[in-house]
């Protein structure tokens, strides 16, 4: 095995936890257009499965690449295991890479794309054998192996292509939308396959990509990018629950967008006059009185009532549509705003007809009002979720 | 009627018949259409290409000059055996053709031919045409006429080599053309060396045809890259140069090699006058000046399918290589040129194809040591008039050229097809 040899005094003093990587201050730009990555600082734990999410463009592909060794960064330093990676070559970095198209080698077999970095790293045949075997085990293809990888199915591409780069025991594993290929139904089940990989394994992994189901369901934490910078970062259950830009909630699943204007606020709670209604939220982060805002309710917190209940925002059903577990309602509210709601199946009124008078209720601590963007247009995610 | 024509299950057809009636129609005429669109090419190739082929594959092995100089020969000498010397009536045919035929250029072609196979039957022949005509009356005994203008008639070689001549096809020109001969007697023995020169040409020519190949293989191969790798602006810059040599003629391309490579050219002189050297260089009208006209005439031929080929390989493959450990000269060998392999083959292929062919170059800018196979095709053509000899030449040339483009097919086309 190759090792990163550390040389004495470099390393952070031994106060866990210690990161096994660390960008520090990391930007980069190419000679024409915007920079791609503004002055980025993030740490990655040991054993934690770290997902950059974002839009196409947003910087997360270029900051995996930077790691991996394939661009370089224009300022700022990248530390792996505390040492500084600008002068070491990609190849000498140790660490494991799954490509979005799994980059498996068309003229070998399966086992020979495996044992590939056993023989970069001059390890003897019988030994290299049996640690191909065991990784092809480990992803259940052992029985493939002198297939070559075009007589293989997607799925399993991949998992040729994790084993390839799980193989060497590499520091830490990258991954490059590397289900993105993939039809939707197997891409569930190999999210699964490889989270459970990365808990037996206790692997450190840095994962990209555009859907935030994806990154919800595997990660342990996720930097939400942004035109080049990390939007927030924290745990699925975090990101999800208490968004803290209107970007993140818009990225990570479904909201309710309001604009309005903050009129007054009493502790964690504000009133946010909008057109027509006034409305009960929580700030989020440093607001005062007058402050442009963007509500953001997600559709399950939304509670259906009878029309002109107190409390309740008076609205009418524009249409509903049946998805067997649940339902989802558009509603109209507000002079024109269009509200959706999504309502358990047992919460469903028997009949509801299009044009129907109902009211709309929601707890204030799920109505989250946060600082509207400067320009709507230029931060507004395109939905990628499928 | 469209219950005849067509199946009455199928809903569409009984459905909408004047449509499917108007489609098939407008299919017929869609086709042809096409086949007279390719008429002329094909009529053009079948004139120009197919025709000459069959009569050089005839020209190759025909035997036909005794069947016209010396018919009455040619029908006399099947009913002999061929052992010991022919019988009467054969010698007397002899004696009768040989006037005829020297009233027309009939002797000549013959007495060549003859003596392809035995060396001093033209002086036979023609001595012994000179003296029966001189005799004026045919001769009573044609056989002791004969066998006193020269001995020669009373051996059996002379006979036996007519009796073979005799027959519609000969493997005579093949035979040479691989330094063979075919003894009066039938057996086949290595030709006297001064005749033995054709198994060096061809090792000449595939020698001279790979080193060519080679070379261009070496010096396309990381242009070809660089434009497959290159971005859109620079990959049309670039095609440029690799493009032009296809707007200016072969001829002037050749000659301006000559301005360059003479011994005083360009090349020479600005070396002197840099003091590299201090005596012209030997450039031209040898192996390295015609390898460098050679090398030039084929780069496009190499780089064009390597840079198709190479422009398919993602260069994700080389970055795969380099995460798993491979420095970047490693990762080129195991990663990317294994990829590679099919368009190298292409390459390879189609430049030795071209080079086996090459015949003005050498013309120009070699010298006597550097002729190939298709130089001895035209010397063979246009000068000695052996038509045999270069269209065998030419159909070994031909079957070289197959061989390799199967080969090829073979090697690199069932490997090559990743997909």
Known sequence: MLHVSIPPGSVAPSMPPIPIVRYDRVSKSYTRGAPVVRDLSLDIMPGEFLTLLGPSGSGKTTTLMMLAGFDEPSEGQIYLN???????????????????????????????????????????????????????????????????????????????????????EPEMVLM????????????EHMQVEMKDLQRRLGLTVLYVTHDQGEALAMS???????????????????????????????????????CGKIEAIKGNECRVALEGAHIVASPVGTLAPGAAVELSIRPERMVLTAPGEADALPASVIDVTYLGDHCRLRLSALGGETLMVKLPIQQVPERLLPGQPVGVRWDPLHCRAMTAPASAAGTRPQQEND | MTDMVFDAGNADAVLRPSLRRGGRGALWRRRLAGFVLVMPMLLFSLALFGAPLVQTLWYAVASPEVGESLPHVAAQIRRWDGEGLPP????????????????????????????????????????????????????????????????????????????????????????????????????????????AIFLNIMARTLWMSSVATALALLLGFPVAYLLANASARWRGLLLIPVLLPFWVSLIARLCAWIVLLQKDGIINSSLISLGVIDSPLPLLFNRLGTYIAMVHVLLPFVILPLYSVLQAIPPTYMRAASSLGASPVRAFFTAYLPQALPGLGAAASLAFIISIGFYVTQTLVGGPKEMMMSYFVAFYATQTVNWGMAAALAIILMAITLIIYVASKRIFGADGAQA
């Open chain 1, 176 to 187: 490059d939308e590397p289900l993105g290929a993939l039809d939707k139904q197997l891409r």
């Open chain 2, 88 to 195: 009467d009536p054969v010698y007397a045919a002899m004696a009768g053709d040989l006037v005829e035929a020297g009233k027309t250029r009939a002797l000549f072609h013959l007495a060549s031919r003859l003596n392809y196979e035995l060396t001093g039957a033209r002086r036979l022949l023609t001595r012994t045409e000179t003296r029966l005509e001189r005799a004026d009356d045919p001769p009573q005994d044609a056989r002791a006429a004969l066998i006193a203008i020269d001995k020669e008639w009373g051996q059996p070689e002379i006979w036996q080599v007519v009796r073979r001549a005799a027959l519609p096809v000969t493997a005579h020109y093949f035979l040479s053309a691989f330094d063979l001969r075919q003894e009066p007697d039938g057996a086949i023995v290595a030709a006297p060396a001064e005749n």
């Open chain 1, 220 to 258: 342990d934490r996720v930097a939400v990018f942004n035109n080049g910078q990390i939007e927030q970062i924290g745990g699925p259950r975090e990101l999800y629950e208490a968004p803290l830009t209107p970007f993140v909630a818009q990225f990570i699943g479904e909201n309710n967008r309001l």
């Open chain 1, 82 to 168: 505390g040492r500084d990676l600008a002068d070491v070559p990609a190849y000498r970095r140790n660490l494991g890479v799954v490509f979005q198209n799994y980059a498996l080698f068309p003229h070998l077999s399966v086992a020979d794309n495996v044992g590939y970095p056993l023989r970069m790293r001059g390890i003897r045949r019988a030994q290299a054998g049996e640690k191909v075997r065991a990784a092809l085990d480990m992803v259940r293809l052992g029985a493939f192996a002198e297939r070559k990888p075009t007589q293989l199915s997607g799925g399993q591409q991949q998992r040729v292509a994790l084993a390839r780069a799980l193989v060497f």
